[in-house]
């Protein structure tokens, strides 16, 4: 038998650039200049760091570096070292170009740990080869690699769901129905009447499903011990055969978090049910705590420390970007804006034909729905369609098949498609928020400055899926209004020049042109012939005249990371003195409008871990909590959700349930906005005018029962329209004896009304119109759409100007308006909406919040001004015959 050969860890190269001339059988010839310079970083200023980032763009080879590094540091020191990847797709296509191309021989770890060979578990626990491996497999409760001493992390810019994950109790209403209705019978007795209805809702609209909630730390204090009781139950129906919806994952996360509940934060939506922390304290963690060095490989790192909350820790030590990144990037992208130019019919026929031209397109959207909806658009067209799934398992199939499109659905990150692999890429809108914690900081707490970088990033990820060397290229359509106001000028100055420039040369292309343009120059494009050298030679002139911005409060939230990452760790400890010390710490460095929302959060936080504190032991912190609470309504009284918490503040008085009222219809309307785009006119105008031509439409006194009808239901669609585009919560009642239209705020205040559109302005209004009027509130409260009479106010809209006699007795609290004041109401509320949609940007932000109170109440929308007006109004005032 033939003695095996023991290698050595001496006799190792003094650097990772020199061990790479060593590998003789590689594909490739020699490393990318940009390799070159991350490489001599790491030697010379990298080796000893605990916690080191480095980035190169999508499809710059920073996959090789982290090899290179990786494998270095097993021969020179022993080592034992993972490579951490997102995907399993991404993890066997790690291993395969490892061994393929660059000659260095790693094993995949990939699926359930029992099935791990014994020969790969050797080789790694020996150090004599490097384990490739994902996210989940190193954040788990028994991870196999539990003493590696580096740790490799590759696309960590999008790794912030897989990281957290780990510490992340998410239940589904559909997929975990018995646990989701036992936890919202646990919290339905701690939720508002709106926010129970919502959830308790069998059809729920639009605004429902976007909506996020959040339970407060004092109320979690107070659900503490019941809620541990019901997932304690949960975690021992594991081995009960009638629960059939038993989640493993629930288990694993609540073994992990049950003892640290009140260091973690409760979300809910329609659909889901989020218990986390804020930051992922990934440092309880041994597998990732106690590795010697982590390295994290990222196509962008931003400014603001956004990296450090993504992971958990408190700093980390960036290489610097190689010489000329900064102005020149990677490959070429051709984009297409044809919103700019086509209506909805003309983009359709647009998208048929741009598929057809390419063997292959991958196309992104938001979810499920709109990925649904495109498979609709295509579906006669017979292609062959793949999803994330069949990719992540695969990719081979589909890069080998012609007219097949991949349709992903919420998905920017972990399918790389090379070359001829996919010339062609639909973005169909973004999802700005991944999660419920997420959507609650942007939507609820206007904090999105926090997650502006995060978002950017996931844009530059998504727009480099088919872009993956330095002379790859591929066209880009972009869809939908969210992502064309992220590309727009205001924004896209915080990218990158060379993709500014690609995003400013398609938008001026889409200027004014027709579908078979648009083909046309597809074609030219994918040819890349010497008919797109002119163009390409203009994209780069472009480019020479732009540089990338910084975003407001950017050094702001950089300053304040460390101590975020600090506060997390002291609340997990149940250290709460010190979470409080953190806390004041953050908020020394959130000065200024720019975060005002953010610093309003953290004086919530600060109020919380006082409030907690008090609740053990530390009674001198209660005043403290009352106070920080108080200072989060004070700074960001626009934000309704800090309101309705300082009432915990011993000023309980000096609350305005005006504000409150108001800022709940600001925050419905930034909703309503968002649905019907910025960017575009079409959808927006489209429900005005059916609002305004449906309530202007006069009902002849010659038209019969049938006609008046239809014009009167036509009228109550458009009323409740109308009440919804405010921001009211609204909705017209089907039966017979049913309200029409009511407008609802929370459980604060209701109009519910009686539309008589089709009376005549001759005749006196009837003691049976009187009566239907008057019974509405009691409609209202039987059915708990509001808890309290006192708040229901009811009102008959009619031409009529006069009152029957045997009418009056049955007025009661009705309120009159009178049909044509009713329209010219409409009209003024219609242009005040229209010039707040014109400020809008597309997201929350305080400043349009104050600009849109103040706009409600000089045009007498607000629904302070609305109650005085109707109530000065009472129906029995009217003349009676």
């Known amino acids: 038998m033939a003695f095996k050969k023991i290698q050595h860890t001496n006799t190792c190269p003094e650097t990772p650039e020199a061990l790479y001339r060593d590998f003789k059988n590689r594909k490739i010839k020699g490393l990318l200049s940009q390799q070159a310079d991350i490489l001599r970083a790491y030697s010379s200023e990298g080796l000893d760091k605990t916690d080191l980032a480095f980035q190169l763009p999508t499809g710059s080879g920073k996959t090789l570096v982290g090899l290179l590094i990786a494998e270095w540091r097993r021969r020179k020191n022993g080592e034992k070292v993972v490579y951490i990847c997102p995907t399993k797709q991404l993890a066997n296509q790690v291993v395969e170009q490892s061994i393929e191309k660059y000659g260095i021989k790693c094993n995949a770890f990939v699926g359930q740990q029992t099935n791990y060979s014994p020969n790969i578990k050797s080789e790694y626990r020996n150090a004599e080869t490097l384990a490739v491996t994902t996210y989940s497999g190193l954040f788990n409760t028994n991870s196999f690699f539990n003493d590696a001493k580096i740790l490799i992390f590759d696309d960590v810019h999008s790794a912030e769901n897989y990281i957290a994950k780990y510490w992340s109790l998410l239940v589904s209403r559909q997929q975990h129905k018995s646990l989701f209705q036992n936890l919202l019978t646990l919290l339905k007795p701690f939720l508002s009447t709106e926010d129970g209805t919502r959830m308790l809702s069998e059809n729920p609209d639009r605004s429902d499903l976007q909506w996020v909630q959040k339970i407060p730390t004092t109320t979690l204090l107070e659900l503490h011990s019941d809620l541990i009781q019901l997932l304690d139950e949960y975690r021992k129906d594991s081995n009960n055969s009638n629960e059939r919806e038993f989640d493993p994952n629930i288990k694993y996360t609540w073994t992990t978090i049950r003892d640290h509940l009140l260091a973690c934060h409760l979300y809910f939506s329609y659909n889901q049910i989020l218990i986390r922390p804020l930051i992922p304290p990934t440092w309880t963690h041994p597998p990732f705590k106690n590795a010697k060095q982590r390295i994290y490989m990222s196509a962008t790192m931003g400014e603001g420390g956004d990296l450090e909350r993504l992971i958990g820790v408190t700093r980390i030590h960036r290489l610097p970007i190689p010489e000329g990144w900064n102005q020149q990037s990677i490959g070429r992208r051709l984009f297409f804006f044809p919103e700019r130019t086509l209506n909805n019919s003309e983009i359709s026929k647009f998208t048929n034909e741009i598929i057809k031209q390419t063997p292959r397109t991958l196309v992104l959207t938001p979810d499920k729905s709109q990925a649904d909806s495109f498979k609709k658009l ?124 690609e995003i400013e040369f398609g938008n001026q292309q889409s200027k004014d042109i027709q579908v078979k343009d648009f083909i046309e120059n597809l074609n030219i494009f994918v040819k890349h012939g010497e008919d797109w050298n002119d163009a390409d030679e203009n994209i780069v002139e472009i480019r020479n005249t732009l540089q990338q911005e910084k975003l407001p409060g950017i050094d702001k939230l950089k300053d304040a990371v460390a101590n975020e990452v600090e506060y997390q760790y002291a609340l997990w400890n149940k250290n709460y003195e010190q979470a409080v010390t953190k806390c004041q710490s953050v908020l020394t460095s959130l000065s200024g409008d720019d975060v005002k929302g953010y610093r309003a959060f953290w004086n919530y936080l600060a109020g919380s871990s006082s409030w907690l504190g008090a609740k053990n032991g530390l009674t001198s912190m209660e005043n403290q909590a009352r106070s920080s609470f108080k200072k989060a309504s004070i700074i960001a009284p626009e934000v309704s959700w800090f309101v309705k918490l300082s009432k915990l503040s011993l000023e309980d008085d000096q609350i305005s349930q005006e504000s409150q009222m108001l800022n709940y219809l600001i925050e419905n309307l930034e909703i309503q906005l968002t649905n019907f785009g910025t960017a575009n006119d079409g959808k927006f105008e489209t429900e005005v005018k059916h609002i305004i031509d449906n309530i202007n439409e006069n009902i002849s006194s010659n038209a019969d029962n049938q006609q008046r009808e239809k014009l009167a239901k036509a009228f109550e669609e458009a009323h409740v329209k109308l009440g919804r585009l405010l921001g009211y919560k609204a909705d017209n009642p089907k039966g017979d004896s049913d309200p029409d239209p009511w407008w609802i705020i929370g459980d604060s205040l209701c109009f519910v009304f009686e539309d008589y559109s089709s009376g005549n302005r ?61 329209r010219e109401w409409m009209l003024k509320a219609i242009t005040g909406i229209r010039e707040l949609r014109s400020s809008f940007s597309g997201e929350a932000d305080i400043e349009w919040r104050k600009q849109a109170i103040q706009v409600y109440k000089d045009n007498e929308i607000d629904p302070d001004s609305l109650v005085k007006y109707l109530q000065s109004n009472p129906l029995k005032n009217l003349p009676n015959q």
């Open 378 to 501: 295509i579906e006669q067209e017979k292609y062959k369609i793949f999803d994330a799934q069949q990719l992540e398992k695969s990719k081979q199939e589909f890069i080998t098949t012609d007219k097949a499109v991949a349709i992903l659905a919420n998905r920017y990150d972990g399918i790389d498609l090379a070359g001829d692999e996919c010339r062609l890429l639909i973005i169909k809108d973004l999802q700005r928020a991944t999660n419920l914690q997420e959507k609650f900081l942007v939507t609820r707490l206007a904090a999105g400055i926090l997650l502006k970088d995060r978002i950017l990033t996931r844009v530059v990820q998504a727009l480099g899926r088919c872009i993956r060397s330095d002379t790859d290229y591929a066209a880009v359509v972009i869809l939908g209004d969210d992502l064309s106001k992220l590309l727009a000028p205001e924004t896209r100055k915080f990218l990158h020049p060379e993709l500014q420039a």
């Open 762 to 822: 001759e005749s006196s209004i009837g003691s049976n119109k009187v009566r239907q009027a008057a019974s509405h509130p009691n409609w209202i409260k039987d059915k708990n759409l509001i808890s309290t009479l006192e708040n229901i106010i009811p009102v008959l809209i009619t031409p009529c100007q006069t009152i029957k006699n045997d009418a009056i007795p049955h007025t009661q609290n009705v309120c009159y308006w009178n049909l044509q004041n009713f």
